[in-house]
């Protein structure tokens, strides 16, 4: 019982974090409002099927709404500036879990300045996960093979175990704020 406790506990969190009411959230998932919640009061009885549809619309892993285990990013997202929303969707999570996130992880702000005569930064990976705000000039990071330019205001968020790097994509020195969550 412990355990279905603590499964409705995490999914009446995740719920809250993205500014969803129950009401809300029932209707979106087609549920009726006393079963619904039913299933955030003791996580008796919820099929499959619906702990499934809250996964993947909050962008969280299937596994870790069961097993309350932290989730990580399987590829990356980039978000425009201005656009408020996803320009290149991969799989990962939405924009706006964000803060959901983030705010269960120590983050480690800094600013990195590249100088457009630096040499391309070999590919590194670490564990965590990343997320990198250009603050001026073009930013290219690039994903193995993979090359995405990022100019001021454009932000991306990725899982830092794939190889990785950044440099300068322009003719003057590009600035970054990165955050990185162990």
């Known amino acids: 019982m412990d355990e279905l406790n603590e499964l409705a506990a995490r999914i009446r969190e995740l719920r809250e974090s993205c500014g969803y009411s129950r009401e809300s959230l029932a209707k979106e998932l087609g549920i009726d409002l006393d079963t619904y919640t039913g299933y955030e009061t003791d996580g008796k009885d919820i099929p499959i099927s619906v702990i499934f549809s809250i996964s993947k619309k909050f962008g969280v892993d299937f596994s870790e709404i069961i097993s309350g285990t932290s989730a990580k990013l399987r590829t990356y997202q980039i978000v425009r500036k201005g656009a408020g929303q996803e320009a290149d969707r991969y799989p990962g999570y939405n924009f706006k879990d964000l803060a959901y996130n983030f705010s269960k992880k120590i983050m480690q702000p800094f600013i990195v300045t590249l100088d457009p005569s630096d040499e391309p930064a070999e590919l590194v990976s670490h564990s965590g996960e990343e997320f990198n705000l250009v603050l001026s000039g073009t930013v290219v990071v690039t994903f193995g093979e ?30 970054f704020l990165t955050m990185i969550a162990e």
Not at 150 to 174: R, V, W
Request: hydrophobic residues 25%.
């Open 146 to 175: 993979k090359e995405l330019v990022l100019n001021e205001g454009d932000s991306i968020y990725f899982n830092p175990m794939f190889p990785h790097g950044q440099k300068c994509g322009g003719t003057t020195p590009a600035t």
